[in-house]
């Protein structure tokens, strides 16, 4: 299973977000999970990308720092 988590703090690019999802479709396969964190600012940032390629955003509330880190991690693991 292929899962991507997008970290939508630091990786914020639309661009780049597509550019991803096509690179490791095509080198990988098809994702399974789709999901990118972060604060809500960043996430609409990322909209209209991320409704294209189908991913799933989970918008952390302004917290402490890492509050996205632990979110994605939390999850990672859960999936492993």
């Known amino acids: 299973m292929i899962a991507l988590l997008i970290d939508a703090?630091?990786?914020?690019s639309p661009a780049w977000?597509?550019?991803a999802v096509e690179?490791?479709?095509?080198n990988?396969?098809?994702i399974a999970v789709r999901r990118a964190?972060?604060?809500?600012e960043n996430i609409k940032g990322?909209?209209?990308?991320?409704?294209?390629?189908?991913i799933r955003p989970f918008v952390n509330l302004f917290l402490p720092k890492n509050t996205t880190?632990?979110?994605?991690?939390?999850?990672a693991m859960e999936l492993a």
């Open 17 to 19: 977000v597509s550019e």
């Open 37 to 40: 964190y972060g604060s809500f």
């Open 69 to 75: 880190d632990v979110s994605l991690a939390v999850d």
């Open 46 to 54: 990322l909209a209209e990308v991320l409704r294209v390629h189908s």
């Open 28 to 30: 990988s396969g098809p």
């Open 9 to 12: 703090d630091n990786f914020s």
């Open 23 to 26: 690179l490791i479709e095509r």
